[in-house]
């Protein structure tokens, strides 16, 4: 039991790292605040492409989203981080991070928000289109309100998952929470910092884990 | 500079085929593993929760929130370099299994028992009147619904976990993005990271427009 | 007449129900002898159906005792609870066929596992079963393929096929659409008139006139009167059950 606690638990080496750990949990914070208005943002454009009834938008738009879906965030970001310098671009880890998220999230998003368009009834279109509005108006008043409504247990569960996954940042040495955590592990050989890591990711993730739970469970009672 | 020359090089692909191509097996049959028994295990544990006792459905609630609130790559690190200190030793392909499967384990479990909450209570009932025991009702009854309405929820899960195979690099697995970023190092070009990219779109992008034809293949169902 | 009176196939003493605060059902006694057809009527919420579901046990009984040819149905285990409900048949209002499974497997799955039947007996079974319910040549169908009427016969089948010793039907033709309705009853009448013993949950008060044998009126909880269904409709004792026909008939009107 001692051994457990002090291997994982310890509470000097935790509060040594504390400071540490918390300017890597900020840059988190910063990283997550940016990341996941771009991926939302770019996720509705193309989630709007894909709901599009020309063909010639539409599938540029599935293309775009499965191909960024099948290539894993990681493999991603280290290929523009480690690769565009190759070609003399270089840019610093936040930036690459950022532009992988992007990509990664916006495919994640734009098929979130796709299937909660297609679930509202085509009768709301024709009936906005009935009474006066443009498609434009009709796409922003009636169909996306209602379609955002429908989906909000899974764009709840993105945003769990894309904090989760701003932990790769650390691959390209971006002072985020793991990263910092891990270095503190290297220089104390002892692995409580990536458990403080962990219990602070829980204090903010946990409770949205728990919302999604009880989501899933009205949600699939309603139906 | 030529593009093509950096990201596709003929000659540093050829060098590094036969590398990329046992890592392409690698990541299949971690994979394929976490997937089988991921599966498994959050079905069984849907099924342990069902029976309705606290000391049951206590520890599992809790090991489907913290496995589901958890960046798998901290799990990864805490268990690679913290059980060590205990005495424990695990390979890196071991850890990378292990805590992907639970990961997944803790989705599924979380998919499968919302259905079985939600599934009407007459079906339970039709199976008990008719004699079959609680757990026949489950295996026969409710859980193959459970499957059928979820298929396009657990194609989803399973994908993008099995593409958290790469965490791998992170702990030294010889997947396809750690064999990747040394063959880039030791090339000094940029041509293996695009090889792996090219990997896993022939390994995930058909599974992809899979998925797409599960989702709608299922949607009208039940 | 001087053999000793034959043992009731089902035997309900002294049952009691409480959920909560709430008394639903106190000191029902009822005997239902060997193929006769027990009818009970009354408002909703005057605890019949719950009097159905504590047969096969669906419902936890408070107190009392229920008996299935002499068998105890409460205080016993699990396992035993499992082995008694292959006597007791049941209906639903709502069919509750297995959506996943075809009209065949849905009558053969308590065949094979609850009775361990072997595959061809069991699937000979369901077939002669859903000739009887004259589905025969839907037995390859989903139940999403069917009408809520021929659903109903499968759901029937499905019980029969365990050769049970009573059959219970709770509401079985209230989730009907009204030109559906006669089939299902067709179906019950045959099985009547096969011996079968059966208790009836229902509002087809056209029904029990011609095929019960008693008819039992229940409100509040209790049951307040019973006979033949000539007493019961045709000269009703008390207060209470004159008002529940009227207002029946009123309604049919």
Redesign the interface.
């Known amino acids: 039991m001692d051994t457990i606690i002090n291997a994982f638990f310890n509470i000097d080496i935790m509060r040594q790292a504390a400071p540490l750990l918390l300017k890597g949990a900020w840059v988190t914070l910063q990283l997550c605040a940016v990341v996941i208005v771009l991926g939302i943002s770019g996720g509705l454009t193309l989630g709007l492409l894909a709901s599009s009834k020309n063909a010639a938008v539409r599938l540029p738009a599935f293309l775009f989203i499965d191909f960024f879906r099948a290539i894993p965030p990681l493999i991603l970001l280290i290929l523009i981080y480690a690769g565009l310098p190759f070609i003399g671009i270089r840019v610093p880890p936040f930036v690459a991070v950022c532009i992988a998220f992007l990509l990664n999230n916006s495919a994640y998003f734009a098929e979130i928000f796709r299937s909660g368009i297609k679930s509202v009834s085509r009768g709301q279109t024709e009936a906005a289109r009935a009474s006066g509005l443009s498609p434009a108006q009709t796409q922003a008043f009636v169909i996306l309100p209602q379609a955002v409504r429908n989906v909000l247990p899974d764009l709840l569960s993105n945003v769990v998952e894309i904090v989760k996954l701003t932990s790769i940042a650390s691959v390209v040495s971006l002072t985020e929470l793991l990263y910092s955590a891990n270095m503190a592990r290297a220089v104390t050989y002892n692995s409580s910092p990536l458990v403080m890591a962990a219990l602070m990711y829980l204090v903010v993730l946990w409770p949205l884990v728990r919302v999604i739970s009880r989501f899933q469970r009205g949600l699939s009672i309603s139906s | 500079?030529d593009?093509g020359n950096?990201?596709l090089n003929p000659d540093i692909i050829a060098t590094y085929m036969p590398q990329m191509i046992r890592a392409v097996w690698v990541t299949i049959w971690i994979s394929v593993l976490v997937v089988i028994s991921g599966l498994a295990l959050g079905a069984f544990l849907a099924g342990l929760r069902a029976y309705q006792k606290r000391w049951l459905a206590w520890p599992i609630v809790l090991f489907a929130?913290?496995m589901?609130?958890?960046?798998?790559?901290?799990?990864m690190?805490?268990l690679f370099?913290?059980l060590p200190?205990?005495g424990v030793i695990l390979s890196d392909w071991f850890v990378l299994y292990l805590v992907l499967t639970l990961v997944l384990a803790a989705f599924v479990e979380?998919?499968f028992?919302?259905?079985l909450?939600?599934l009407?209570r007459?079906?339970w009932?039709?199976?008990?009147?008719?004699?079959?025991?609680?757990n026949?009702v489950l295996v026969?009854?409710i859980f193959?619904?459970a499957v059928?309405t979820n298929i396009p929820q657990l194609v989803n899960r399973s994908l993008?976990i099995s593409?958290?195979?790469?965490?791998g690099?992170?702990i030294g697995v010889k997947e396809?993005?750690s064999v990747?970023?040394s063959a880039?190092a030791f090339s000094g070009?940029?041509t293996p990271?695009?090889m792996?990219?090219i990997a896993?779109?022939i390994?995930?992008?058909p599974?992809?427009?899979l998925s797409?034809y599960v989702e709608n293949r299922f949607q009208y169902d039940? | 007449m001087s053999a000793p009176q034959p043992l009731p196939t089902l035997e309900i003493t002294a049952l009691e129900k409480r959920f909560g605060d709430t008394q639903v059902l106190r000191s029902i006694d009822l005997k239902v002898a060997n193929g006769e057809l027990v009818f009970v009527i009354g408002p909703s919420g005057s605890g019949k159906s719950t009097m159905l579901r504590c047969c096969n046990r669906l419902e936890e009984p408070t107190s009392g005792a229920i008996h299935v040819n002499g068998k105890p149905m409460l205080g016993i285990t699990r396992r035993d609870l499992d082995r008694m409900r292959l006597q007791v048949g049941m209906v639903f209002q709502g069919f509750f066929l297995y959506p996943h499974l075809s009209v065949l497997k849905n009558v053969t799955l308590a065949q094979r596992k609850a009775l361990k039947r072997p595959a061809a007996e069991a699937d000979a079974r369901a077939l002669e079963m859903l000739d009887k319910v004259g589905l025969k040549h839907k037995a390859s169908a989903m139940p999403g393929e069917l009408s809520g009427g021929q659903q109903q016969r499968v759901a029937i089948a499905r019980a029969l096929a365990l050769d049970p010793k009573v059959m219970l039907f709770d509401e079985p033709t209230s989730a009907l659409d009204p030109e559906l309705v006669g089939s299902v009853l067709k179906v019950m009448r045959d099985l009547r008139e096969g011996g079968m013993t059966m208790i009836v949950v229902s509002h087809e008060m056209q029904f029990a006139r011609e095929a019960a044998d008693r008819v039992v009126f229940m409100d509040g909880g209790v049951i307040v009167e019973q006979g033949t269904p000539s007493e019961i409709f045709g000269n009703p004792r008390s207060e209470r059950l004159r008002a529940f026909l009227s207002r029946v008939s009123g309604e049919a009107a």
């Open positions: 500079m593009f950096v990201f929130d913290l589901r609130a958890l960046p798998p790559l901290v799990l690190l805490i370099f913290g200190s205990l979380e998919i028992w919302a259905t909450t939600s009407p007459g079906q009932e039709a199976g008990a009147a008719t004699g079959l025991s609680f026949q026969n009854v193959p619904q059928r993008t593409k958290m195979t790469a965490y690099s992170v396809i993005v990747a970023g880039q070009s940029a990271l695009t792996a990219a896993y779109l390994i995930f992008f599974a992809m427009l797409r039940h």
